[in-house]
């Protein structure tokens, strides 16, 4: 390529990103003298692009408008799994991460233990070491929970588990270790007599030691733990209004085969024959898949024994003694089903999280099921053939039979965080976005549409009309049009249709002075009146001839109004009567935001940034439009 070739390219790279230079401007204009000293008529299409090549605001503008709009209208495509009502206590308020799926590298290759309740995970090496990662930050606490004690780094661990806002330990010598928050019983001791709604952590535990080896089981709930021992011995302690049978289950000490927590009760095995709440009814019907009809549970078992249960929120899977499964509780009708297994082949080993299940089988398939809303059941290649499986509340892992890390799938973290429902910040933001740029889209084409008939009637006919059309133009500009809005929409029904309504109906008096002043200047050209003396009607000759010679500041007044028509849209959704939440838009977003300045003032700085960034973008194309769209002659 030569050296001119290739300045060219640059150069023209250069003005894409970055507009146009005066010498670039005088060069343009030398090249024009050069090739003829006459006058060239330049058609407004031409001077758009002359306009855009000689600014650099403009091109950046151009850039933003662009990527915005290819954000919020092509990005919903690819989400597929969004709601506007989505909801998931147990990420709520998290801050930008996207580590909840980095496994620690010195973790990697040495893996004994892998666990998750909410927006941290806890492992643990076969060295006995604890590693946590993650969105690590307690909320408003200031605890960090992957500030592990000095105690359990200098202890070589056996156990360890997670819970929503702590972590529990067990070390080889026998002693338990937990940190995180413990204002609701998760750990410690507390005073019965104080609060009774709490069970204190046993004194065997605080002050003794058990026998680390003789544990069949530790699981964590929402603010509750269980340590199951082989011989049936039951350790349980925690929050006790977050699961309604808790003192039932607690009575089973001695009596149990496995324990659980699904989100609102503690689950139990104990003769095998039923998965145990204490509440008659609630799991007496068992199936064999999410998707196939219920039975009776004694039926359903046939003489088959339950081995151990695996909760989720809201449903428990119970692998047989036949290894085979079967399944109670309430199922999402958009779950994925669990795979059919092959002829002869058993799972081994189950793990669940908060909405999905993973299953390890004797032919070494791993495969996932439940709830996919976070890429929950999207089995990686590379996970098949592993030797162990281990879950969290949105990630699941295969290990291989050396401990090291085969393939890790699930939530990697959020952009941009979460909100107080526990909702994606990110995706909210983009489908905010959509709502936000229809609605102003909308708005401005009404009032444009309204605008462009008013003032086309009023310049085109002048006289009385004109002055009627004009005045009550007049009376429109002179309204206090924020204070009207806001009026408005408290008298009606706040909502979609009533905003862009509103918006329209106080935006088209500007359209309509910009588009009187241009019709009465057109009107009297010669082709105007050439149409006229051929017998064109008015009509014809509007649509024809005056409309499309108009259509210049027509165009540069609705960029303009879109600018406006997001700031309103914004501002009453904002005070709540716009969009309503849960339903998104960059204005409501402001609005939930309004009580977490202090704490998560993301939540109002994204959105907020994307408004500003938008409008002023509308505003910059606006005024390079002004000037582009001007009539005029350039030598």
């Known amino acids: 390529m030569s050296k001119k070739n290739s300045s060219a390219k640059r150069s023209w790279l250069g003005r894409l990103f970055f507009g146009g230079s005066k010498g670039l401007a005088d060069d343009i204009e030398a090249k024009r003298a050069a090739k003829n000293d006459v006058e060239e008529i330049v058609s407004p299409v031409k001077q758009i692009v002359r306009g855009f090549m000689e600014r650099k605001l403009a091109v950046g503008a151009l850039c933003v408008v662009i990527a915005m709009f290819l954000l919020v209208f092509i990005g919903p495509l690819f989400m597929t799994n969004y709601t506007d009502t989505y909801t998931e206590v147990t990420q709520a308020n998290l801050p930008p991460t996207m580590s909840m799926l980095s496994v620690p590298s010195e973790l990697k290759n040495d893996i004994k233990m892998l666990d998750s309740y909410g927006s941290f995970s806890v492992g643990l090496s076969n060295a006995?070491?604890?590693?946590?990662?993650?969105?690590?930050?307690?909320?408003?606490?200031?605890?960090?929970?992957?500030?592990?004690?000095?105690?359990?780094?200098?202890?070589?661990?056996?156990w360890v588990a997670a819970g929503i806002d702590h972590i529990v330990a067990v070390g080889e010598n026998g002693k338990v270790y937990a940190w995180g928050a413990n204002k609701l019983g998760q750990y410690g001791y507390f005073d019965p007599a104080v609060n009774p709604n709490i069970a204190p952590e046993p004194?065997?535990?605080?002050?003794?030691?058990?026998?680390?080896?003789?544990?069949?089981?530790?699981?964590?709930?929402?603010?509750?733990?269980?340590?199951?021992?082989?011989?049936?011995?039951?350790?349980?302690?925690?929050?006790?209004?977050?699961?309604?049978?808790?003192?039932?289950?607690?009575t089973l000490d001695g009596?149990?085969?496995?324990?659980?927590?699904?989100?609102?009760?503690?689950?139990?095995?104990?003769?095998?024959?039923?998965?145990?709440?204490?509440?008659r009814g609630l799991y007496d019907q068992m199936r064999d898949n999410m998707g196939s009809a219920t039975v009776p549970l004694?039926?359903?078992?046939?003489?088959?024994?339950?081995?151990?249960?695996?909760?989720?929120?809201?449903?428990?899977?119970?692998l047989l003694d036949d290894g085979t499964v079967g399944f109670v509780g309430d199922f999402d009708t958009s779950s994925k089903a669990m795979p059919k297994l092959h002829e002869g082949e058993e799972i081994v080993k189950i793990v669940s999280g908060t909405y999905h299940y993973t299953a390890l089988t004797?032919?070494?398939?791993?495969?996932?099921?439940?709830?996919?809303?976070?890429?929950?059941?999207?089995?990686?290649?590379?996970?098949?053939?592993?030797?162990?499986?281990?879950?969290?509340?949105f990630q699941s892992y295969a290990v291989d039979s050396n401990h090291e890390l085969m393939g890790k799938w699930g939530l990697k973290g959020y952009l941009f965080g979460t909100d107080n429902y526990g909702?994606?910040?990110?995706?909210?933001?983009?489908?905010?976005?959509?709502?936000?740029?229809?609605?102003?889209?909308?708005a401005v084409i009404i009032s444009t549409i309204i605008g462009i008939i008013i003032g086309c009637i009023s310049g085109y006919f002048g006289g009385k009309v004109d002055m009627f059309l004009m005045r009550f133009t007049d009376i429109f500009l002179a309204l206090p049009s924020m204070l009207l809005m806001v009026v408005l929409n408290t008298i009606l029904r706040p909502g979609l249709f009533t905003l862009i309504a509103v918006l329209s109906l106080f935006s088209w008096a500007q359209v309509a002075r910009i588009t009187r002043a241009e019709t009465m200047s057109v009107k009297e050209r010669d082709?105007?009146?050439?149409?006229?003396?051929?017998?064109?009607g008015s009509f014809r000759i509007a649509v024809e001839h005056i409309v499309p010679n108009i259509m210049g500041p027509v165009i540069v007044a609705a960029s303009l109004g879109i600018a406006n028509a997001i700031l309103m849209e914004s501002s009453l959704s904002f005070l709540g009567l716009g969009v309503q939440i849960p339903r998104a838009s960059w204005g409501s977003m402001l609005q939930s935001a309004q009580g977490h300045i202090l704490d998560a003032p993301r939540l109002a700085v994204f959105p907020g940034v994307l408004i500003l960034c938008t409008v002023l973008s509308?505003?910059?194309?606006?005024?390079?439009?002004?000037?582009a769209l001007e009539p005029k002659i350039v030598k």
Do not use: H
């Open 255 to 279: 009596k149990l085969t496995d324990i659980d927590f699904t989100l609102n009760y503690v689950v139990a095995v104990t003769d095998g024959n039923s998965v145990y709440t204490g509440k």
């Open 423 to 442: 909702a994606n910040v990110a995706l909210r933001i983009i489908q905010g976005g959509k709502m936000t740029m229809t609605i102003g889209a909308i």
């Open 298 to 318: 004694r039926e359903f078992l046939n003489g088959r024994k339950i081995t151990s249960i695996y909760a989720t929120s809201k449903t428990v899977c119970a």
């Open 128 to 158: 006995g070491k604890v590693y946590v990662w993650g969105a690590t930050g307690l909320g408003t606490t200031g605890i960090d929970i992957a500030d592990i004690p000095e105690e359990v780094q200098n202890e070589k661990i056996a």
């Open 618 to 627: 509308f505003n910059l194309l606006g005024d390079v439009l002004r000037t």
């Open 527 to 536: 082709y105007v009146t050439a149409a006229r003396n051929l017998g064109a």
């Open 203 to 250: 004194d065997e535990l605080l002050n003794g030691t058990i026998d680390a080896s003789n544990i069949k089981k530790i699981t964590c709930g929402y603010q509750a733990t269980a340590i199951l021992m082989n011989d049936g011995t039951l350790y349980m302690w925690g929050n006790k209004n977050t699961y309604q049978n808790f003192d039932t289950v607690a």
């Open 362 to 393: 004797s032919e070494g398939r791993v495969f996932s099921w439940g709830s996919n809303t976070l890429g929950q059941c999207k089995v990686p290649d590379d996970a098949q053939g592993a030797s162990d499986i281990f879950g969290g509340a």
